[in-house]
């Protein structure tokens, strides 16, 4: 307050269409395999959590979320309780190789099975 400051969570726009194929895909994060989709609607995409074969303790898995884009890399939950979700695409190249998930870099591990590649 005292240096004017406003914080607020990010929105999504809703005129925003990025690439969805560059996207999309299977991603490993330490704690769930991500599986990213195209939503419903346009210029959203949803993330799918599952459990991963592991030997030891996981968290639990979490519902999936669906997300609109801040820009073309950055994804906020549309349907997440407080607080907003948030998540980064890399922005290099033809295919996303990361996804900044909680925190932590999940590495591209695939395609969707049964997406056209």
Not at 3 to 12: H, I, K, S, W
Not at 22 to 37: D, K, S
Not at 91 to 100: C, F, H, S, V
Request: aromatic share 6%; proline share 15%; charged share 20%.
């Amino acid at each position: 307050e005292l240096l004017g400051v406003v914080e607020a969570d990010p929105v999504p726009d809703p005129d925003l269409r990025p690439d969805l194929d560059r996207l999309t895909g299977v991603y490993e994060h330490a704690f769930a395999t991500l599986t990213v989709t195209a939503g419903d609607d346009p210029g959203t995409v949803v993330v799918t959590p599952s459990p991963r074969n592991v030997d030891g303790w996981q968290p639990p898995v979490t519902s999936p979320v669906t997300f609109g884009f801040s820009s073309p890399t950055d994804i906020v939950s549309l349907d997440h309780p407080a607080p907003v979700k948030v998540a980064h695409f890399d922005p290099d190249g033809d295919r996303a190789q990361w996804l900044l998930w909680e925190h932590r870099r999940a590495p591209r591990t695939g395609d969707v099975p049964g997406a056209p590649t």
